[in-house]
């Protein structure tokens, strides 16, 4: 059975007096283990689609399933629970406080699931040596560089152990050496049986995937390599 599937899911959002139909029926489904990149130009719904995806958000009709379990009349606490055990999220611009240091960003997940400080700790270490930056541990974002600082989000959005890790844009800031070397990690974290959907606009990045995803006009269509 699929890990996430869609089912005829729109969405639409309600701005003033208008309506934007930001998904319009669209269907997937993403096994488990694999590593999905979700393409289509700009406007077409890749952030909405992501948003479905990783119960962040809820559709306007259609279903949404995450390990079985529909998400569409969930409430926010219910939704927040399956995110917190299920899913793992990177973002373009990092998304990390400033005033933490690399260790305490990666562990401030697990301050919500009651985990104590030196359990918190250990595994934030743990997951920045995972990530080659054992030597950055107390580093602040701001003396990190951009492709340290999408490290240290990835070994946040692992923190939890989830199932899937949604990464949105992931190299879009960084240079293409290091953007590589980002594509290079999420695919050895998807070896070690992580089930990775990436949104990106790059064919570069796409190439990394085992299938792409396409989105148009707020509809997929599944294509491969």
Do not use: W
């Not at 692992?158 to 050496?177: I, K, R, Y």
């Amino acid at each position: 059975m699929p890990e996430i599937e869609l089912e005829q899911v729109t969405k639409t959002y309600q701005l003033g007096e208008t309506e934007v139909d930001a998904l319009r029926g669209s269907d997937a489904a993403i096994e488990s283990g694999e590593f999905v990149a979700i393409m289509g130009p700009s406007g077409s719904g890749k952030s909405t689609l992501m948003n479905m995806i990783g119960a962040l958000d809820t559709p306007t009709s259609g279903q949404v399933e995450i390990d079985d379990e529909g998400i569409s009349g969930m409430g926010e606490d219910e939704l927040a629970a399956l995110r917190s055990d299920k899913v793992g999220f990177v973002f373009q611009e990092f998304n990390l406080i400033q005033s933490m240091n690399a260790t305490q960003n990666v562990a401030l997940p697990l301050v919500f699931q009651g985990v104590s400080k030196g359990k918190r700790r250990q595994r934030a270490e743990d997951l920045l040596e995972r990530v080659g930056l054992g030597d950055r541990m107390r580093h602040t974002p701001s003396e990190l560089s951009g492709g340290q600082r999408q490290r240290v989000s990835i070994a946040r959005a692992l923190a939890n152990d989830p199932e899937v890790v949604l990464a949105d844009e992931p190299t879009g800031n960084l240079d293409t050496e290091t953007g590589d070397n980002i594509m290079d990690l999420l695919t050895e974290l998807n070896d070690r049986g992580k089930t990775i959907v990436m949104v990106t606009h790059d064919p570069g990045d796409a190439e990394y995937a085992d299938r792409i995803l396409e989105i148009e006009d707020g509809v997929t269509q599944t294509g491969d390599e």
